[in-house]
């Protein structure tokens, strides 16, 4: 019986295939499922193996001529008077198809296999210094397999098992895994977008991270009464703006009342290094600034030498250029305290992270006004006052809960009993 | 799906991972061995697929540089250091007996690896591969045996583009090739990209996880 052999169809859309190779002539015997072609198709060339057990009687198709999909490139003889198919009618497509999607059956490819395999056994001779290596790490005999030996016969040598060891270490598989098992974002989807962080914000990444990994952080809350400041703001502020041509902010009264206090408690104007402590001679106060790019704190030098007009306009100024992108890289180095007043964003408390290397940092909350208890000397009663909730974060490696506490009570008593008169 | 063994080669010249993949072809032919992936970076090398025009290489004859004639699909390329070099080495019966597929599936692979390091790569009609506006980043060459793989694709990372110059890439005359390193200015940590490219192919062939 002849048997057609045709071009198979090697994915949906391929039509056609180019012949490569032959692997045998006219005239010789090729058993079933051994390699008969190589045909071409896209970019991967497919060795194709005989559908039939039998004698080449004719060879159609030449290298690189091409075929379409089904069309027949060689006629086998068929050697067995059984064929493999009773239905001797079945379309000749269908057997070279059925004969690919089956697993191979024993042939020459197989005992060549095993052969090699056996040679690799015996190459499997490992010297003690290998095998004590082996037995350290305890090596399976998958991973000695996927050792590539590069000494005499491929033997595998001291130097392969150690750079093995040392790959399997920091193994892609286990990172893989853990990446693949961890809740992952459907990259590019409707529901989420992937973008990567701006250079700012990778840098205020590394440095909060930083900041958690370095300080001990604590923090202790007070509520201060800034009803008398309040007040005053709201009967100076258009004078002030007519005079200063910016608006009259608490800003400028936090950090004066900070000012005061950092100059009698000189610890939290200063910075760890290593085992040593800086105390620094001015206070420099860093400013938390919120910015298009993201949070950015300026620092205003040598506040302990300025008035609170002067403490004005620097503050306006700062804020301003930090807005406007006009800062220096000066502008943001140096300081030894920062305050950060969410407070504008309506945000009653919270806990700021340290600026590094300061050891402290006051989180300014919103002023409210709040119904409060007044204790007076006909007894208490019951008042509307502005309260501002204060936070100071510090680090607990250098200042202890009743420094901080100190600190943070000296702070409210300056801002209670600010000294109003000519201000400005 | 089954679990997909990584095999990390390292730096490795061509012919002794050109041997050690044929050897593990032949064992996953047999069963006798998972499917897997293997990753290696090669020394400065060219190849030619089987049916490509030689013309393709334009290198004087005292060229240091080593060519191979290999067996796999496609035409001439440059393989070498700062460039992942990934052999699936995969039985399509235990995914999808087609090689469009399979192409179109490491296109994708490459394709997810660079979306994840945030660069837009596409396919161009007709054009295997991968591509950065209209230069090529990822390359692909493949033989099958049976439904089983070998060869595979390569991305350029931190390649010395330089190489290409002497060669017409795959073949096609009127587009350039680029690398990571090039399109983001920095070099990049190889071990990354390739945890990158198995979180890719973990998804494009619906893998669960790796051996």
Same mark, same amino acid.
């Given at each position: ?141 998958? &991973? ?48 989420? +977008? ?18 958690? &990994? ?15 400041? @309040? ?132 989180? *300014? ?8 208890? *007044? ?34 009570? &000296? ?14 | ?74 035409? *001439? ?38 979306? +994840? ?12 591969? @991968? ?60 071990? +990354? ?19």
């Amino acid at each position: 019986m002849i048997i057609d052999i045709v071009m198979p169809k090697m994915g949906e859309s391929i039509t056609e295939g180019t012949i490569l190779e032959w692997k045998k002539e006219i005239g010789e015997f090729v058993e079933m499922d051994e390699i008969l072609l190589e045909i071409g198709t896209d970019k991967v060339d497919s060795e194709i193996p005989s559908p039939a057990a039998g004698k080449i009687i004719e060879i159609i198709g030449k290298p690189n001529d091409v075929f379409d999909v089904g069309a027949v490139i060689a006629r086998v003889e068929s050697v067995s008077d059984q064929p493999k198919s009773s239905d001797k009618t079945q379309e000749q497509e269908k057997i070279i198809l059925d004969q690919i999607k089956e697993t191979p059956s024993k042939n020459e490819e197989t005992i060549e296999i095993s052969k090699l395999n056996s040679n690799k056994d015996e190459n499997n001779f490992f010297t003690p210094a290998v095998n004590k290596i082996i037995k350290k790490n305890n090596l399976t005999k998958d &991973d000695l397999l996927s050792i590539v030996g590069t000494g005499k016969n491929n033997r595998i040598t001291k130097i392969d098992v150690l750079k093995f060891v040392k790959l399997k270490k920091n193994d892609l598989a286990t990172t893989v895994n853990k990446k693949l098992s961890e809740p992952t974002l459907e990259v590019g989807s409707k529901e989420s +977008l992937l973008n990567e962080m701006d250079h700012v914000r990778k840098k205020i990444a590394i440095h909060m991270r930083n900041s958690l &990994d370095t300080s001990a952080h604590v923090y202790v809350s007070t509520e201060i009464d800034m009803s008398r400041i @309040v007040e005053y703001v709201s009967e100076k502020e258009n004078d002030f703006k007519a005079q200063e041509g910016f608006n009259l902010t608490f800003t400028p009264f936090i950090f004066q009342g900070a000012v005061k206090s950092l100059s009698s408690f000189p610890i939290m104007n200063s910075s760890i290094d290593k085992d040593n402590v800086i105390t620094h001679k001015n206070v420099n106060i860093g400013m938390a600034v919120a910015t298009d790019n993201g949070l950015m704190v300026p620092v205003l030098r040598n506040c302990e030498e300025l008035n609170f007009l002067g403490l004005c306009r620097k503050v306006n100024s700062i804020a301003k250029n930090t807005r406007d992108k006009k800062l220096k890289p000066d502008d943001l180095q140096g300081s030894t305290f920062s305050i950060s007043n969410f407070g504008v964003f309506n945000v009653t408390m919270g806990t700021p992270i340290i600026n590094q290397p300061n050891v402290g940092i006051f989180g *300014i909350g919103a002023i409210k006004k709040r119904a409060v208890v *007044i204790e007076t000397n006909d007894g208490d009663t019951i008042g509307i006052k502005s309260i501002m909730v204060t936070t100071l974060g510090f680090d607990h490696r250098l200042i202890d809960g009743s420094e901080g506490s100190m600190f943070i009570e &000296d702070f409210r008593k300056n801002m209670e009993n600010f000294q109003l008169e000519n201000l400005f | 799906m089954n679990r997909i063994k990584i095999i990390d080669l390292g730096f490795l010249d061509y012919k002794n991972s050109w041997n050690y993949q044929k050897e593990l072809q032949k064992k996953v032919l047999i069963g006798d061995c998972s499917d897997s992936i293997i990753f290696v970076e090669h020394d400065s090398v060219y190849t030619f697929g089987k049916n490509s025009d030689k013309s393709n290489l334009m290198i004087s004859k005292d060229s240091k540089i080593k060519i191979y004639e290999t067996e796999r699909g496609g035409e *001439i390329t440059y393989h070498g250091p700062g460039q992942i070099v990934c052999y699936p080495i995969l039985n399509l019966k235990n995914f999808k007996q087609s090689v469009t597929w399979y192409m179109r599936a490491l296109e994708e692979v490459i394709i997810e690896t660079l979306k +994840l390091l945030n660069i837009k790569a596409t396919r161009k009609d007709g054009l295997t591969g @991968v591509w950065v506006k209209d230069e090529k980043i990822g390359a692909q060459g493949v033989r099958m045996t049976k439904w089983v793989t070998m060869h595979g694709f390569a991305l350029n990372v931190n390649t010395d583009l330089r190489f290409f110059n002497d060669i017409i890439p795959c073949g096609i005359k009127d587009f350039g090739v680029t690398s990571i390193e090039k399109i983001i200015g920095k070099e990049q940590d190889l071990s +990354l990209v390739k945890e990158h490219i198995l979180i890719s192919f973990a998804k494009v062939f619906n893998i669960k996880g790796y051996i």
